[in-house]
């Protein structure tokens, strides 16, 4: 997801760049070469690793694999006709301002070839620009069936400003193409950051998965997650207030539980020792409300 994105981001702007007359070969070298320093070459490479000889259940997969093959040298051919525009022509003329003979029968030579250069990278964009669209296809009917994995979800939702401009489209307008609504998206990213202890960011993806307020499942988490995020900052009372509306229904994640326990007999501490005596009751009481549903849950 990430090499994909790399990638397609930076041939749109080498071919804004290519047509606004403002591309240098550096910024070609960052997008195709042979190495691993350029971004398509990259995705090639994980391409075939992970896809390439994987069985016949895996047919999107091999497709994807061989449009990103056929990418990545077509941004070769631009590369190289491009090199003979901007990097070859310029240095033989150089020489031949300065007099070399050698320089100046070689640009004789070759002047016919480096006359065409432009219209060729042109010719050769323009089939990049093909494949491109082809590749982000694939790359988009990946996602739809692979919508299931978080971690995709989460990759799109921290990385905004990547997503929009590598696939041509608001963050919100993409979240519905792969999950047929946003909310869904959120609430999906949102448990995947809550189960790896990012609170904060949980509470940001629940937050933007919906009102709520009809004490479901998502009201639970979102309680849970401003709890844990107010634990963290030591915001200690807050953390009571929540955690308390999240033990009235905590669901059946012994993980959540425990770490709820946790932090309220922390907090119950804290706050006895700072003379907040009644709030330090309440969340001894919650934490032994905790206890009881871990033991149930297992």
Not at 27 to 49: I, M, P
Not at 64 to 71: P, Q
Not at 78 to 101: C, M, T
Request: proline share 2%.
């Amino acid at each position: 997801v990430r090499d994909f994105l790399l990638g397609s981001r930076s041939l749109l702007r080498v071919a804004e760049a290519f047509r606004d007359g403002t591309l240098t070969f550096k910024d070609v070298e960052v997008l195709v070469g042979d190495s691993a320093d350029s971004v398509l070459f990259r995705l090639k490479e994980r391409c075939h690793a992970l896809f390439r000889g994987a069985g016949t259940g895996v047919a999107p997969e091999a497709v994807f694999d061989i449009a990103v093959g056929a990418l990545f040298h077509e941004a070769m051919k631009f590369r190289e006709n491009f090199y003979q525009q901007a990097v070859y022509a310029p240095k033989l003329l150089s020489l031949e301002s300065r007099g070399d003979d050698g320089a100046a029968r070689l640009l004789e030579a070759s002047r016919e070839l480096l006359a065409g250069s432009k219209d060729r990278s042109e010719g050769v964009l323009r089939e990049l620009t093909r494949w491109h669209r082809e590749t982000t296809h694939q790359f988009e009917t990946l996602v739809t069936i692979h919508r299931d994995n978080a971690y995709v979800t989460r990759f799109l939702i921290e990385h905004r400003e990547l997503a929009e401009e590598a696939l041509g489209a608001p963050l919100e307008a993409l979240l519905s193409r792969f999950w047929g609504d946003p909310e869904s998206a959120y609430r999906l990213a949102g448990r995947s950051f809550l189960e790896g202890g990012h609170f904060e960011d949980a509470l940001t993806c629940f937050e933007r998965a919906g009102a709520g307020g009809d004490g479901g499942e998502l009201d639970r988490w979102r309680a849970y997650a401003r709890g844990m995020t107010a634990y963290l900052a030591s915001r200690f009372e807050d953390a009571v207030c929540d955690l308390g509306v999240w033990c009235r229904d905590p669901g059946a994640d012994a993980s959540f539980a425990n770490l709820a326990q946790a932090a309220l007999i922390r907090a119950g501490e804290a706050l006895e020792a700072r003379g907040e005596v009644r709030v330090a009751a309440q969340a001894k009481q919650l934490a032994e409300q905790v206890r009881a549903i871990t033991e149930r849950i297992d």
